[in-house]
C-alpha cells in the first residue's frame, strides 16, 4: 500500500518527472505530481509523492529540509483533504 507525502517550498519550474527523480534514490515512488493554477497552469510551488508504505517516514524524515534547487524543502505526510 502507498503513502502520500506532501511536498513543499518547490522552485516554480519543477515538473512532477524531476520530484519523482530526486525521492527514487530514498526508497520505492508509485507516482508524484505538482500541483497547478486552474487559471493560470502555473505551479503552486508544492506537490504530492506516492511512495511505499514502508519508506515514508523515513523518506519524510530524511528529506524534510534538504535543498531542492536552493530551496529548503517541506515533506511530511499528507493529511486528508478536509470537505
Known sequence: ???TLYVGN?????????LNEFF???????SSRIIT??????SRGFGFIEV?????????EEL???????????VNEAKPKQI
Not at 518547490?10 to 524531476?18: D, F, K, R, S, V
Not at 527514487?24 to 508509485?30: D, H, L, M, R
Not at 511505499?52 to 519524510?60: I, L
Open 1 to 3: 500500500m502507498a503513502t
Open 10 to 18: 518547490l522552485p516554480w519550474n519543477t515538473t512532477a518527472e524531476e
Open 24 to 30: 527514487a534514490p530514498y526508497g520505492q515512488v508509485e
Open 37 to 42: 493554477d486552474r487559471e493560470t497552469g502555473r
Open 52 to 60: 511505499g508504505e514502508a519508506d515514508a517516514a523515513r523518506m519524510a
Open 64 to 74: 524534510n529540509g534538504m535543498d531542492y534547487g536552493g530551496r529548503p524543502l517541506t
